[in-house]
């Protein structure tokens, strides 16, 4: 079910619960409103539906990921980068790293650890940054 976009500063600064396999619709619902916005918007988190859980949804090289749980824990090579946000307006300027670590738990809930770069890691960086309530 494509849902609305939350805007509201004040739930989108809560930093998220973490995700259960009680969470799998939640993942479904995220995936399709991401879908429905494609044409401006490469990932999402749970909390921009309104869901405070932390699961991200983005576009992985033309192909559509979902995580549970995600965590960055090695970053490498900092810079700046200007990003937009569906639940905000205009551009803002944040610090990014070209290479990312992640460790997530997929759709069985399996505990992984992926090495991220370029564009789908500046993705990933924002997603997660929507989980812990930090918006650009
Ligand atoms: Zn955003």
Redesign the pocket.
Known sequence: MVRPIMKDPLFLARKAEPATAADIPVAQDLLETLIAHKDH?V???AN?IGVNRRIIAFDNEGTYMVMYNPEIIKTAQPYYAE??????DGVRPTRRYKSIKVRYQNEAFQVRLKTFTGFTAQIIQ??I??CEGI??
């Open positions: 918007c990932g999402m988190a921009m990003e937009g946000c569906l639940s905000l924002h997603e940054d929507h918006l650009i």
